[in-house]
């Protein structure tokens, strides 16, 4: 799809409002080879985020926050709304009918649509309710989404899921908080587009959104610092010496702010966790994905993080992402070790 140039909008005023269907359709509009199957995938998982948005409203006034006494593939427990996300998104997805198969964190299995009638080109990898854990507290959670075109639609197999990230199409996420925000890239850039609950759409408030080169923010869980290896421990040391501290515990706030102010957001694998915490095909590719787009850059430390192929289909990994450089300071602490 090719970029159409939008000016920031005057939210409320009525004045060229931008939303986002109005955005997605534009570029399709101004790329000759569009079919219109991803605007109409991205109108589903809009709806999606919409829907969830208003579910999340509700959590604590309809009784939502109960745990259903089962637990997800990552031995996690949980709550009524994960499963009710998940639900949304995946009957949306199915509806949609461009889809050919579907990755979840609360499903352990890759969901193929049978279906022929109802069976599209995309594969869409996602994070229903990051941060689930956070509901309780009030603290800010969020969908996250990646979305790859599927090899051959008539025969679906897991090679179309285990595949290099530099193949994603699209990607976003949504997060839940004070405001509903939708951040997304097709490939040429990232925008934001807040919820209008008065008119129920979306409206660009962020366009172009870039990373700065240096931020002064690291966004990192110190209470781990005593099972980083030593590169991370290195760099830590540093940046506390000349940045603030933030983080929320809630990849997409962190993520968030990281992405509006700059500077660099970590979760590294470590000696406990020694492959990572965060799921590569709908956390880290998503994720890596945005970043790259807005100017910045991600790294397990040792390798670009779109470079990952996965082992399977929720596998994890290390990752710092941010600003150009301070993700470039962090990777010289692992090259000095070298």
């Known amino acids: 799809m090719g970029q159409t140039k939008f000016d920031a909008v005057k939210v409320g005023t009525g004045e060229d409002l931008v939303t986002l269907t109005r955005w997605v359709i534009a570029q399709q509009q101004h ?4 079919t219109g199957d991803l605007t109409l995938l991205l109108t589903a998982i809009q709806f999606g985020c919409k829907f969830v948005a208003s579910k999340v409203k509700q959590a604590g006034l309809i009784n939502l926050l109960g745990l259903t006494g ?9 709550k009524k709304l994960d499963v009710l996300a998940n639900d949304i998104f995946r009957n949306s997805l199915i509806a949609s009918g461009k889809t050919c198969m579907l990755v979840s964190e609360e499903d352990e299995n890759a969901l193929v649509i049978e279906d022929h009638n109802q069976r599209g080109k995309y594969i869409v990898t996602f994070d229903p309710l990051d941060g689930s854990s956070n509901i309780d507290c009030g603290v800010s959670i969020g969908t996250i989404f990646g979305i790859f075109k599927v090899k051959d639609s008539e025969n679906p197999t897991e090679a179309d899921l285990l595949r290099c990230g530099r193949e994603i199409v699209a990607a976003g996420y949504c997060m839940y908080g004070s405001y ?4 997304l890239s097709i490939g040429n850039g990232v925008n934001g587009f807040t919820l209008d609950p008065a008119i129920g759409e979306f409206i660009m408030t962020h366009p172009e959104i870039k990373l700065p080169p240096r931020g002064k923010i690291y966004s990192v869980n110190e209470g781990n610092f005593k099972y980083f290896d030593e590169p991370c421990k290195k ?3 540093q940046v506390k010496q000349k940045y603030s501290a933030r ?3 809630s990849m997409v706030s962190d993520i968030h702010r990281t992405l509006l102010y700059g500077g660099i957001f970590g ?5 406990k966790s020694k492959k990572g915490k965060l799921r590569i095909l ?7 994905f945005l970043i790259e787009q807005a100017g910045g850059k991600a790294t397990t430390g040792t390798q670009p993080a779109l470079d990952l192929v996965p082992e ?3 596998d994890r990994s290390g990752i710092w992402l941010g600003s150009k450089d301070d993700v470039e300071d962090l990777e010289a602490c692992y090259k000095e070790q070298q």
């Open 312 to 314: 399977h289909i929720h």
């Open 267 to 271: 979760y590294p694998a470590d000696s």
């Open 247 to 249: 983080y929320v515990g």
């Open 180 to 183: 509903c925000e939708m951040i």
């Open 235 to 237: 760099y830590v040391e």
């Open 282 to 288: 709908y956390e880290v590719f998503p994720m890596a």
């Open 70 to 78: 089962t637990a997800n593939v990552q031995g996690e427990d949980v």
């Open 31 to 34: 790329a000759p080879e569009a």
